[in-house]
């Protein structure tokens, strides 16, 4: 059973532009004004959606039309004790573990997730099984989220995560199923 899936990163916040690592937030002025721009930008075939349990997820569905219900699935990466604090500051006090959070999949110095669980939970949201029904499924998750997703759909190693760059609003489009998927760059406009 063949299916895509739309990965929809939610609107720009606070804890963006300040580099933090972000508690449960709402979008921004300006992720407001962007998400408001987009509006209905995913036409009649959207298909079912979802989103991650998040504030700022769920406004991003709701400000493009997408009647979502959240999914514990598509939650953001936990950052443990590192939650609201700026990664300059993390770096100032624990300049170790911010050493290993970026080199060592398996580490999780914030008392957080690992990358590798991050991944792993992601593959398994992409890989459960689910109803093609009208073959197209929106997910408005976070940037962590859709390059967990990348990783696991190309199969590469987990320290290529920090090559991949997640903009406010992007997507990708993951189609296939059963453990095997295609990245689909959709054409804009």
Do not use: Y
């Not at 990358?115 to 029904?133: H, S, T, Y």
């Amino acid at each position: 059973m063949t299916i895509r899936i739309v990965l929809i990163c939610h609107g720009s916040t606070e804890a963006l532009h300040r580099a933090a690592f972000p508690l449960d937030e709402e979008l921004d002025d300006q992720g407001k004004r962007q998400v408001a721009a987009r509006r209905g930008s995913m036409g009649d075939g959207a298909g079912r959606a979802v989103c991650g349990p998040s504030l700022r997820c769920r406004q991003t569905a709701s400000g493009l039309g997408l009647a979502a219900e959240a999914d514990e699935g598509l939650r953001d990466q936990d950052a443990g004790r590192w939650a609201g604090r700026a990664l300059a500051d993390v770096r100032a006090e624990d300049p170790d573990g911010v050493r290993a959070w970026l080199t060592d999949p398996a580490a999780a110095p914030s008392g957080g997730e690992s990358l590798l669980a991050l991944i792993e939970r992601v593959a398994a949201w992409l890989d459960a099984p689910r109803d093609p029904g009208g073959g197209r499924l929106v997910a408005v998750t976070h940037a962590a989220v859709m390059r967990a997703a990348v990783v696991h759909a190309l199969g590469t190693r987990p320290e290529m995560f920090w090559s991949l760059d997640v903009e406010p609003l992007s997507s990708v489009s993951l189609t296939g199923g059963n453990g095997r998927w295609r990245l689909r760059f959709p054409q804009t406009g």
